[in-house]
């Protein structure tokens, strides 16, 4: 009895301090704040904080619930309202279950019906906690100051904004009920997977509404809030990330990614159960049975964030604002995608409606795009060139009643029972191993296909078979057994029919419900001065999410990697446009003839400027370039103009002059980045990073980031403009003739470059105009030849651009100071002589850019004048008659070649290279004058070759097959 009395009054005494001075306790509590977020601040500062702070109508909170973002183009109009509408409904207290509001305040905030807008205990013991752990360890914020957070202030992590919240939190715990506040909260709070509000949350992870969840539903809920990229029950993985040991699939029905389940959430869940026990919000029953539920089974995924995306420059906005978020603003990425997606930001995109348009036109025109070169087998399988299947026929991998078909021949049954699913057969098996241990075997569909009305090809993603690890394993030839105790558990994974055809029943495998049609293509265009996208589209004729963006994702870009990987990095260091290389047979380190030229008959044309090699595409120069500017140069160059994809270790790496001279990467590049890098010689030699936005403000137009260029030197202008002349020459009468914009290339002059992949799997074309870069790729999806190199490329880039410079004048390429053109001999690379003009082949001076201080101060001595006998075409001698010996001119290799050494290949210049024998028909003066047949056979053979080296005015298609 004492000791009850004494507590008594202790309560009664506490009691009417609560209710006497409010004001005072607001003071008290303000100031503990303070203290405790800035470490003993002085009382005006906190005072002036809360005198500054903005009015706030709390009566009017209800429109902000449903604050949306604005994309908005470059003019400042509006091309996309950014909303979550199918993941964020509102709903009224009365609407949300009993068992979400009592999880929610369980987790969140105990003391929520009973403090007044802040919990001074839970900031006395967050502070206690945080100085015992040295840094900021535990959240005081109760649900009214989250929700004031959410709706008035932003994410920053600065005193100012905590003392703001506090004050704000307990002004609105006085001017609204609780009911209402909770209301607003459970609307408002972000709970992963694109979700916004509860209701939005019953729709992303089980696909019902938020009055049929039941407990255990519910406590998982409301345990997200913390941390929801962590306690999200789902995880979305690239298909060849999913390991079917430790994922269970949720969804696997996109072609690029799967849905997965992730257990990560069951601690935080649980807790919030026990939570609700102890206050007695639920019954021990309750308890027990909700933590008995298995939540994975509940789990059906509705849809994500990316349901709203209407385009693929759109969806490169909203990520490139996310990362811009988590990185200028330190935000964590759920809070990224809250402001992105609730908060109602203004993004001003860099995109020119227009030009977006033009280029979607394009790409709606299937007559811009080849056919397939495919060969097929008798059962309609395309397959390689080696014969194995590429892509089954839809039909012959999938019956009428979505079965799998598995063909007798492809398995078998051991004695003891145990099905034996045969290796290189119809399904792919790969190993996965953890710590040089057999962890799993994945067992993959190969990829089918259909064809539409209009006989194009669409591409559907094969998935997994879904058969647990321990009851899969190798035996000696490779085959995957699957034991006797699967099957006789799982009787419905398989029947047979009358042909002895194994049948998988849908459950147990999967493969993509969407097509894709190919060939794909992917274009982006750029202002090469400021670094904006003006038009991006990542694939063509596709519908829905459109989660793989081909503008942004790598492919092998061929020759169109030798302007950045090869010839700026060489010009930069000292070569010149007329710099020579003999492009005769090369060696690789093995001793084998490579590379390969495109040209055949001859495979060599011998001495050659560099000019002429990017011009003709030529892969010997290429790679002898590469070879005397080193490799790691190549690399540097490629890293300073953007270029991320470089593989510079692990057992394959880009270190070799396959990938950075001739484009044969590990990896490639993305047409996003190529059309960057490109972009660097347009813009006299400044690289700047893509950017899709300028800047972003909030809904009040206050700019909140603003997206700066990021800007670096990679060459000189002298040296950018001697890279443009030479892109130029390529579009004027090179491999690329097909991107002119006018007949002559000079009233708004291209400069580019062609690219094709061995096959023709990838053609490229990247070029630029004094006004826009762009880049346009065109392939498959999987490894099938193009019906046209990358000539239909450079047509396509051509179509779009022509309307882009439709209205724009003419206009020139910058020619900075310091460039002087001074004529040459194009054979030697040195100042022409009277030997120069009388090739031959014709005059070989031409007029050419350099780099003051770099022109040639040597004179030609490739050409030499020599007496030969007319008869033998050898070096005359004393005994050889005056009337047959004649003066000509040759030219004489600075390094000696010898065909006789390279298996008998003889480059297109040797037949005028200076006989090195002399007369053996003339050997004494009394021997027979010997008269010139009357057809000069030589003669003729030279002016036949001449005919055939001109290049044809449709060159370019197969000038590029090959690269």
């Not at 000791?3 to 008594?8: A, G, I, M, Y």
């Not at 009993?98 to 369980?106: G, K, L, Q």
């Not at 992870?205 to 255990?216: C, Q, T």
């Not at 004649?886 to 390094?895: A, C, N």
Request: charged share 25%; with cysteine.
């Amino acid at each position: 009895m004492s000791e009850n009395s004494e507590r008594e009054p202790r309560r009664s005494n506490k009691k009417p301090k609560k209710k006497k001075v409010s004001f005072v306790r607001l003071f008290i509590l303000i100031t503990l704040i303070g203290t405790f977020i800035v470490g003993g601040a002085a009382f005006g500062i906190i005072f002036a904080i809360v005198k500054s702070a903005d009015p706030v109508d709390f009566s009017q909170m209800g429109t902000l619930l449903n604050e949306n973002s604005f994309i908005l183009d470059q003019d400042g109009n509006l091309i996309e309202k950014i909303r979550s509408d199918s993941l964020r409904t509102i709903v009224k207290y009365d609407d949300i279950p009993e068992n979400v509001r009592d999880a929610f305040i369980a987790i969140e905030d105990q003391d929520f019906m009973s403090h007044r807008g802040i919990n001074p205990k839970r900031i006395i013991k967050a502070l206690f906690e945080d100085i015992k752990a040295g840094s900021a360890v535990q959240g005081a914020s109760t649900i009214t100051q989250q929700l004031v957070k959410n709706l008035y202030l932003s994410n920053e992590k600065t005193a100012e904004r905590k003392i703001k919240e506090a004050y704000y939190a307990i002004q609105m715990d006085q001017e609204l009920t609780k009911e209402q506040i909770l209301e607003a909260y459970l609307n408002t709070a972000y709970l992963g997977a694109g979700a916004k509000g509860v209701q939005g949350a019953a729709y992303a992870y089980f696909s019902k509404d938020i009055k049929d969840l039941d407990l255990a539903e519910s406590a998982l809920i409301a345990g997200i809030t913390k941390n929801p990229s962590k306690y999200s029950p789902l995880k979305t993985l690239k298909k060849e990330d999913v390991d079917l040991t430790i994922h269970f699939i949720l969804d696997d029905d996109d072609e690029i990614y799967t849905i997965v389940y992730d257990e990560r959430y069951k601690e935080r869940q649980q807790l919030v159960l026990q939570i609700m026990k102890n206050e007695n919000k639920i019954t021990q029953e309750e308890y027990e049975q909700a933590l008995k539920e298995d939540i994975k089974t509940h789990l059906k995924p509705g849809l994500n964030t990316d349901s709203g995306i209407s385009s693929f420059f759109a969806d490169k906005v909203k990520q490139d604002v996310i990362e811009s978020l988590m990185k200028e603003l330190d935000k964590t990425e759920e809070e990224a995608i809250d402001m992105l997606y609730n908060q109602g930001l203004r993004i001003y995109s860099t995109i020119d409606v227009n030009m977006q348009k033009i280029v979607e036109e394009a790409y709606r025109n299937n007559k811009n795009f080849p056919s397939l070169v495919t060969r097929k087998n008798n059962s309609g399988d395309i397959i390689s060139t080696s014969n194995s299947i590429l892509l089954y026929k839809y039909e012959n991998l999938i019956n009428k009643s979505d079965s799998l078909i598995i063909p007798k021949s492809n398995y078998s049954y051991d004695p003891y029972g145990n099905l034996v699913l045969h290796n290189k057969k119809r399904l792919k098996f790969s190993p996965i191993y953890e710590n040089e241990t057999l962890k799993d075997i994945r067992i993959q569909l190969k990829d089918a296909y259909t064809q539409n009305e209009k006989k194009e090809y669409l591409i559907l993603k094969g998935g997994n078979l879904s058969i647990p690890a321990q009851y899969k394993n190798y035996d000696n030839n490779k085959n995957v057994i699957i034991s006797k105790e699967f099957l006789s558990t799982n009787p419905n994974f398989l029947t047979t029919d009358s042909n002895g055809n194994m049948l998988i029943s849908k459950g147990h495998y999967s493969i993509s419900s969407k097509s894709a049609i190919q060939p794909q293509s992917a274009m982006v265009i750029m202002d090469p001065h400021t670094g904006e996208i003006k038009a991006l589209v990542g694939g063509r004729n596709v519908t829905g999410k459109k989660l793989y963006n081909r503008a942004t994702n790598p492919r092998q870009p061929g020759s169109a990697i030798k302007p950045i990987g090869v010839y700026a990095p060489a010009i930069d260091n000292g070569w010149t446009a007329a710099t020579v290389v003999d492009d005769v047979p090369h060696y690789n380190a093995s001793g084998h003839l490579w590379p390969k030229n495109w040209y055949s008959n001859p495979s060599y044309w011998g001495l050659s400027t560099i000019r002429q090699g990017l011009k003709s595409s030529m892969n010997v120069m290429a790679v002898k370039v590469c070879e005397q500017i080193g490799i790691n140069t190549s690399i540097d160059y490629l890293k300073k103009m953007g270029i991320t994809t470089i593989v510079e270790s692990g057992r394959t790496t880009d270190k070799n002059t396959a990938a950075v001279a001739l484009g044969g990467m590990t990896k490639g590049i993305s047409p996003l980045e190529l059309t960057a890098a490109y972009a660097s010689l347009a813009n006299e030699g400044v690289y700047i990073k893509p950017k899709s936005f300028t800047k972003i403000t909030d809904s009040e137009g206050t700019v909140i980031l603003e997206n700066k260029s990021n800007k670096n030197i990679v060459v000189s202008p002298q040296v950018a403009f001697i890279m443009t002349d030479m892109l130029k020459s390529v579009v004027t009468d090179g491999t690329a003739t097909k991107a002119k914009l006018d007949v002559s290339n000079s009233s708004i002059p291209v400069a580019g470059k062609t690219g094709t992949t061995s096959n023709n799997y990838d053609a490229w074309f990247v070029g630029y105009t004094p006004y826009y870069v762009g880049a346009v790729w065109v392939g498959n999806d999987i490894q099938i030849k193009l019906s046209q190199g990358s000539s239909v490329s450079a047509k396509l880039w051509k179509t779009v651009m022509a309307d882009v410079h439709k209205n724009l004048p003419p206009k020139k390429f910058v020619k900075p100071s310091g460039i002087i053109s001074v004529s040459v001999d194009t054979v030697s690379g040195k100042l022409p002589t009277t030997f120069s003009s009388r090739d031959p082949r014709g005059s070989t001076v031409r007029s050419e850019y350099f780099i003051k201080g770099t022109a040639p101060t040597k004179y030609d001595d490739v050409h030499v004048e020599v007496e030969v006998d007319t008869t033998t075409n050898k070096l005359a001698t004393p005994f050889c008659p005056a009337t047959l010996v004649e003066k000509r001119v040759f030219t004489k290799r600075p390094i000696p070649y010898s065909p006789s050494k390279n298996g008998g290949i003889v480059p297109k210049d040797y037949i005028y290279e200076a006989p090195s024998t002399f007369c053996d028909l003339h050997t004494s003066f009394n021997d027979n004058i010997t008269f010139p047949p009357e057809n000069d056979e030589i003669t003729d053979s030279n002016n036949q070759e001449n005919e055939q080296s001109q290049p044809e005015e449709n060159m370019e298609e197969d000038v590029i097959d090959n690269n």
